[in-house]
């Protein structure tokens, strides 16, 4: 017996025989069965090694299987530039400058899931090609607040905005055999205090607005990994929180994958264990101020870990659960062979990043400057001799600054650059306002004499130019719209109010443009004629705005968000202290499920600008919306269909909205929800008809007793409309 053994084994090394492959290196077999097999092979250290760090961007693989480790970077707007292993410096290498795409609100306005498909397809590429596992996008917190830094990474207030082109973005990326990580799960909805802010809502708050997009994303989108946010929810850290990752993401959603902490964002090991957290990222993780003091066994799910589990402190059936699923990501990504190569900075990739901006621009008001005149919008070039161009957002690189999603772009086309390149020398310059340096830490304190003088130079030129672009808006500077702080105030920063003033006494042609990701106030919108809102618009920025402002492309975005015509107009800044910013400690969020234009409709508190808003160069006439019953049952369903008309001289594309509102119920609910919306192009003169169908979960509430979704029979209504308060329409129904 032994004699043969020898043979067969001489014979298997020298080739005669199929050597047999482990069942985890083996391609044809089922994830499932490699993750079994793996994990059979593996010692007890090998399993906790796969649940911590071992860099600042990686954590590890199993070298003696020939397991790879995991390569994670930001962000959700384009593949960060490479980061030193153990700190937050950049490796300054010379080939990871790549696109940036345009900002996630910039996506979430274009209200167009074909255009979410294509910005996961091209940064799924990107990644991809930098040999990244995961990619630390996209964010979906919902918009709460106008002061929130950090909303320019998301897709906009409404739930399921957010779920609905939150989907095609995770699905494209990880064809690449790329993860997502969906971010940050959940209720971080400010900056200030985020690491520690304990979060309290009402059930209903989580389950109808906070949660759908994790939820659509983890179900529909089959997200790979999710981010815990830094932030408590009813006095568990997120990270290792049992309600949020045991009980709702594990249990209820079946999510399968891996949930990594945000970057320090662990804060016990027993809770870690315990509690549903997969991979401890970050830094600083163990209290300690110098990250030169520690290494990544320090790291709560490390020795602390290691130890528990080996004096049965914790049950190795967490170890197992943990591994299992973090091998699962390695096979979906590193280990998977079928990946394709990718590729960056391509002319795909940029012409990807300019429809999206093209797409997502919100033309917020186009009015007339004087009688008999046509709107300022389109820029016809032969109208004007001098067009003056004016603000530091006009030339600024946007893509820098903001935190974790700054980029090092290939190319980065500034909105002068394309309005250059649209209308040639008819364009002048003038700074007008300073902003100081990208700075992800302290503000830069502009002197008054140097606003001043800017200021007047650019006064001066206007009184010779025939219109005036003032390009303006927020940035990406400490305390603007960036990451670790919260605006201060609701107003334009850098004294741009007293420029739009100033602009506009002197001359009355003057299109105002917001480089944002946030509302903002705006005392002077009556003297304003034409407001665009622009976005973060990434490397095709320049085109992009030129193609709008131009009439090259007319523009179709509609506001992701609302624009309160003051901060204490939003549900957030309608209580005290402990609603929004909170106590430090501690945040109530009364406004409930009120969120947003939920506020706005059920306080009779209408938006400056509405959620869903947005104009159009043309104009779209509504016909009267019919039902297909009077009545839905609640297995049943119902149809809406409205004809829609393209009634002006240019082809144009207009996003047909659809709330539902539940007239009578034993709870509050707000006037009206979105509950689908539709996305048409219609030549001039052309009519096309929409159809929405009416689902029995579309009149659902979380009830809170039952611990449930549920309805209540009823009169319903279903509001069709081209914004959230321009309805165009509205039929009555009755749940049976
Ligand atoms: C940051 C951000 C998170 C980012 C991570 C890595 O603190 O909160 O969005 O992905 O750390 O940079």
């Known amino acids: 017996m032994k004699r043969l053994f020898i043979a067969l084994c001489c014979a298997c090394s020298a080739g005669f025989l199929p050597a047999q492959t482990p069942v985890y290196l083996d391609d044809s077999q089922p994830i499932e069965a490699r993750v079994k097999d793996a994990l059979s092979r593996m010692t007890l250290e090998e399993k906790v090694k796969l649940c911590h760090a071992q860099s600042k961007f990686s954590s590890a693989g199993v070298p003696r299987l020939g397991i790879p480790e995991v390569w994670m970077s930001d962000g959700p707007h384009g593949v960060r530039a490479e980061i030193n292993w153990n700190d937050w410096g950049y490796s300054n290498w010379t080939n990871d400058s790549i696109t940036a795409f345009p900002a996630l609100t910039c996506l979430a306005a274009t209200w167009n899931p074909e255009m979410s498909a294509k910005y996961g397809k091209a940064l799924g590429e990107e990644a991809r090609y930098r040999e990244k596992d995961v990619i630390l996008g996209p964010g979906v917190n919902i918009y709460r607040t106008p002061l929130n ?96 990752l045991q009980k709702i993401l594990k249990q209820d959603w079946k999510f399968d994958g891996v949930v990594v902490t945000d970057w320090g964002g662990a804060h016990d090991t027993y809770e870690a264990a315990v509690n549903g957290l997969d991979i401890e990222m970050g830094s600083y993780t163990n ?77 917020l008001k186009n009015a007339l400057v004087q009688k008999k005149q046509s709107p300022l919008l389109p820029i016809v070039a032969d109208k004007y001799r001098r067009i003056l161009v004016v603000g530091d957002n006009a030339t600024r690189f946007l893509n820098q600054g903001g935190g974790s999603s700054e980029l090092k772009v290939k190319d980065m086309v500034s909105p002068l650059e394309g309005l250059r390149a649209v209308y040639g020398d008819k364009i002048q310059y003038a700074k007008g306002y300073a902003a100081g340096r990208p700075m992800y830490g302290n ?79 705006m005392p ?85 600008f509405s959620f869903g808003h947005g104009l159009s160069y043309t104009t779209f006439s509504y016909g009267k919306p019919t039902a297909s019953s009077k009545t839905i ?5 119902l149809t809406i269909t409205v004809p829609v008309k393209n009634t002006g001289t240019t082809f144009g594309k207009e996003v047909v909205q659809l709330y539902v509102g539940d007239d009578k119920c034993s709870v509050l609910r707000p006037t009206k929800e979105l509950k689908h919306f539709q996305k048409i192009a219609l030549q001039p003169g052309e009519e096309q008809t929409v159809t929405f169908t009416i689902a029995p979960d579309d009149l659902k509430f979380y009830n809170e007793t039952l611990g449930d979704w549920t309805s209540e029979p009823g009169k319903f209504k279903a509001y069709v409309g081209a914004s959230s308060s321009d309805i165009r329409g509205v039929v009555a129904f009755e749940l049976k």
Not at 176 to 202: F, M, P, T
Not at 451 to 458: G, P, Y
Not at 530 to 542: C, H
Request: negative net charge; glycine residues 8%.
């Open 524 to 608: 002077w919108v009556s003297k304003v004629p034409a407001i665009v809102q622009g976005w973060y618009l990434g490397s095709m920025g320049g085109h992009s705005l030129a193609d709008v402002l131009s009439g090259k492309v007319n523009p179709s975005g509609k506001l992701p968000f609302s624009f309160p015509a003051k901060l204490t107009d939003n549900g957030a800044h309608s209580f005290d202290a402990l609603a929004y910013p909170g106590d430090s400690i501690k945040e109530v969020y009364k406004e409930d499920i009120l969120v947003g234009y939920r506020w706005h409709d059920t306080k009779k508190v209408p938006a400056l």
């Open 287 to 363: 209290g300690l101020t110098s990250e030169s003091a520690f290494t990544y066994e320090d790291y709560y799910l490390a020795q602390s870990y290691y130890n528990m589990l080996r004096s049965g402190k914790v049950p190795m059936s967490t170890i197992d659960d943990k591994a299992a699923r973090i091998l699962r990501l390695i096979f979906r990504t590193a280990m998977n062979r079928n990946k394709p190569y990718g590729s960056i900075v391509t002319e795909e990739h940029y012409a990807a990043a300019r429809e999206i901006g093209n797409e997502g621009i919100v033309l």
């Open 443 to 521: 503000v830069e304190q502009i002197p008054q004499a140097v606003t001043d003088s800017l200021r007047a130079e650019a006064v001066a030129m206007a009184q010779e130019a025939d219109l005036v672009i003032l390009v303006g808006g927020l940035n990406k500077n400490h305390l603007q719209d960036c990451e670790a702080g919260d605006r201060e105030d609701y107003g334009l920063p850098f004294g741009q109010d007293e420029l739009i003033e100033a602009l506009q006494a002197v001359n009355k042609n003057l299109v105002l443009v917001l480089l944002s990701g946030n509302a903002v106030e």
């Open 149 to 244: 830094g950090r909303n320019f990474e998301y897709m906009g207030e409404d739930p399921y905005l957010a779920a609905t082109l939150c989907v095609p973005y995770i699905q494209e990326v990880q064809k690449n055999g790329v993860a997502v990580s969906v971010k940050h799960y959940a209720l971080n909805n400010q900056e200030l205090w985020r690491g520690h802010i304990d979060v309290e809502c009402s059930d209903r708050a989580l389950y109808e607005i906070y949660l759908p997009a994790f939820k659509a994303a983890v179900q529909q989108g089959g997200a790979w990994t999710i981010m815990g946010a830094y932030n408590k929810f009813r006095g568990q850290h997120a990270c290792h929180n049992e309600l949020l």
């Open 633 to 637: 049952s609640a297995d049943g369903s």
